[in-house]
């Protein structure tokens, strides 16, 4: 069964950094896009960033030139770098990737568990 298992989350002064990191496991499997989104309290889950398996990346505008989004594709990992961290970045952050399991033929979206961000001032 595939999963995605995410590390890194935590509590942080603002102007800090966080690593997030999203493995996935399972069945050998393909991968396709992969992806980090957030929810905050009474918010709707926003897009943050998503990388291709070619490596082409996206940015949600309120964190472009602060957040990196990377993938290392022999260890099907994903990571989420974030600097210069603001209060309005506190949320769950969520991976997502778009995977194949091993003799299945359709691409399926599946969902990490959720890190909790938090970030004081």
């Known amino acids: 069964q595939v999963q995605l298992v995410e590390s890194g989350g935590g509590l942080v002064q603002a102007g800090g950094s966080l690593r997030l990191s999203c493995a996935a496991s399972?069945?050998?499997?393909?991968?396709?896009?992969m992806s980090w989104y957030r929810q905050a309290p009474g918010k709707q889950r926003e897009l943050v960033a998503a990388?291709?398996?070619?490596?082409?990346?996206n940015y949600a505008d309120s964190v472009k030139g602060r957040f990196t989004i990377s993938r290392d594709n022999a260890k099907n990992t994903v990571y989420l770098q974030m600097n210069s961290l603001k209060p309005e970045d506190t949320a769950v952050y969520y991976c997502?990737?778009?995977?194949?399991?091993?003799?299945?033929?359709?691409?399926?979206?599946?969902w990490g568990q959720g890190t909790q961000v938090t970030v004081w001032s």
């Open positions: 990388i291709t398996s070619g490596g082409h990346t």
């Open positions: 399972g069945r050998p499997f393909s991968i396709n896009a």
């Open positions: 997502n990737a778009e995977i194949r399991p091993l003799g299945v033929f359709t691409y399926s979206t599946y």
